[in-house]
């Protein structure tokens, strides 16, 4: 049974930066899209930023220039830097996967496997 594990969630100031942690077992995740969706309160869940098998990475609009996705196939982890955080970025966190090998991963929140989600709050 696959398992996913996020962690590094916290509260920051406006302008600051986090680094989210999934780590997967269960899986060969290195054959899968990867990614990072968020669920704000009464908003419904949405893409942060996939990463294929490939390595490709898609990201929303909203994070843009701030975010970064990551892998470490070796380490079956997935990371995500974020950057000049907002205080619109707050939201729960999710790590979720899917076994496509899609060329670019989607951000529509359709993935089979999910974490617990790591709680983010930016303050102003």
């Known amino acids: 049974q696959g398992q996913l594990v996020e962690s590094g969630g916290g509260s920051v100031q406006a302008g600051g930066s986090l680094r989210l942690s999934c780590a997967a077992s269960?899986?060969?995740?290195?054959?899968?899209?990867m990614g990072w969706f968020r669920q704000a309160p009464g908003k419904e869940r949405e893409g942060v930023a996939t990463?294929?098998?490939?390595?490709?990475?898609n990201y929303a609009d909203s994070v843009k220039g701030r975010f970064t996705i990551s892998k470490d196939n070796a380490k079956n982890t997935l990371y995500l830097q974020m950057n000049s955080l907002k205080p619109d970025d707050t939201a729960m966190y999710y790590c979720?996967?899917?076994?496509?090998?899609?060329?670019?991963?989607?951000?529509?929140?359709?993935?089979?496997?999910w974490g617990q989600g790591t709680q983010v709050t930016v303050s102003s």
């Open positions: 269960g899986y060969t995740y290195s054959t899968f899209c």
């Open positions: 990463i294929a098998r490939t390595g490709n990475t």
């Open positions: 979720a996967a899917n076994p496509s090998g899609a060329y670019i991963c989607g951000l529509r929140p359709a993935y089979n496997y």
